[in-house]
């Protein structure tokens, strides 16, 4: 598409998908520049909502650990690219238990919550669901199995040497 104005509007953008519109400049004799001046892409999701700003899911690294004495850690880390969360909120078995703020991230941009008062031998579903400014992004859980006694004495060990 090709205008000389400096506004242009698109028709009605595909729901569920990300489309990207880019801007090149030209000249009175329509010489058109190589380069990109500036480019967008603008998310929406299933309904037409843009969520092109809201943090995305915390999909890498998502694990939850079993701790003795009725405890668990849940770890996860971010993409890299897009909006970055300003906050996380930690949902144990669907109910809130609590929040982790971006700037308590551990290096390279991983992050940690601890639970406490689980059940031995019971399943628990840990969900993160990541926020900014724009909005909440998509909830990532993954299950964990409750561990009150921790492991049994360790009542020998062996060792051999490997020439």
């Known amino acids: 598409m090709v205008t000389t104005g400096t506004s242009w509007s698109s028709g009605p953008l595909a729901a569920g998908q990300a489309t990207s519109f880019g801007l090149r400049a030209i000249d009175q004799q329509g010489g058109e520049e190589k380069n990109l001046d500036c480019a967008v892409t603008i998310e929406l999701d299933p309904f037409g909502g843009d969520i092109t700003a809201r943090p995305k899911s915390p999909v890498s690294g ?91 004495a360790v009542d020998g060990l062996s060792a051999a040497v490997i020439v």
């Open 62 to 152: 998502l694990r939850a650990v079993a701790l003795a004495g009725g405890q668990a850690r849940v770890e996860w880390t971010y993409p890299a690219e897009g909006p970055a969360p300003t906050s996380c909120e930690v949902m144990l078995s669907g109910a809130p238990v609590g929040s982790v703020p971006e700037a308590a991230g551990m290096p390279y941009g991983g992050y940690s919550f601890g639970v406490a008062g689980l059940s031995d031998g019971s399943i628990y579903t840990l969900t993160v669901v990541p926020s900014n400014g724009w909005g909440s992004g998509p909830p990532t859980s993954v299950t964990v199995i409750g561990n009150a006694t921790g492991p049994a």
